[in-house]
């Protein structure tokens, strides 16, 4: 039954797990600090997000948001991913930056056997060359679901295992991601952006049928 738990954990974590804002340091203006970024694409699931940001400088340039992403489903809160956290240039040499992100992250995850509920971390590294006008990065981070919990439906203990218990496992899943990501300053304080990449699961977990993500974005800033 544990083998079983840990498979439907692990699929929670791979419905929704759309990520935050992409950034183009160079492009990042004082006077319009706050950024609405609309995404779309998939990420085991077609899904669409949300996301708001405000950058600012704290000895090096910073981006602080909160993102919630959606499936794209019939029930459109039965699933739902919710992050905050934020990202910082830790070094710039001639237009090349490296960035570190730190988000926490919100997970529901409900069908017919199982309602879960997830509380985690995503840690992502990024290096790559910054043009005021565009800019291209590869990626590389870690997303890990620290507990989860479990409310098994009566039609999981009818028709699958009448002594499954409820309750809060520590910890669980988690996924790593690598891939890149670009972007393009179409008009002042717009911009459309593209990340893609894949996933794999920690330790031996299954991955995904299709362990990939892509994403279209569209940003402005305020």
């Not at 090096?60 to 905050?84: K, S, Y």
């Not at 990202?87 to 237009?95: A, D, I, L, N």
């Not at 069908?111 to 006008?133: I, Q």
Request: hydrophobic share 45%; aromatic share 14%; with cysteine.
């Amino acid at each position: 039954m544990k083998t079983t738990c840990l498979a439907l954990i692990v699929l929670a974590l791979t419905v929704v797990t759309a990520h935050a804002q992409n950034v183009n340091w160079k492009s990042i203006d004082a006077q319009r600090p706050n950024r609405l970024q609309l995404n779309l694409g998939y990420d085991y699931a077609a899904t669409t997000s949300l996301a708001y940001s405000r950058s600012f400088t704290a000895v090096r340039p910073v981006v602080a948001g909160i993102h919630v992403a959606l499936p794209m489903g019939e029930r459109v809160f039965d699933d739902v991913a919710i992050r905050t956290g934020a990202q910082v240039s830790v070094f710039e040499w001639r237009g090349f930056t490296a960035t570190a992100k730190i988000e926490s992250n919100f997970r529901r995850f409900q069908n017919a056997m199982v309602r879960m509920v997830s509380f985690g971390a995503d840690l992502t590294a990024m290096a790559g060359y910054y043009d005021p006008a565009w800019y291209a990065a590869a990626e590389f981070g870690f997303d890990k679901a620290v507990t989860t919990q479990l409310v098994h439906s009566a039609a999981m203990r009818r028709y699958g295992y009448a002594g499954i218990r409820d309750g809060w496992y520590v910890p669980t899943g988690g996924n790593y991601h690598y891939g890149v990501q670009a972007g393009l300053v179409v008009t002042h304080g717009a911009d459309l952006s593209l990340r893609l990449g894949a996933t794999n699961a920690q330790f031996d977990d299954t991955n995904a049928m299709l362990p990939y993500y892509l994403q279209f974005g569209c940003g402005v800033t305020f």
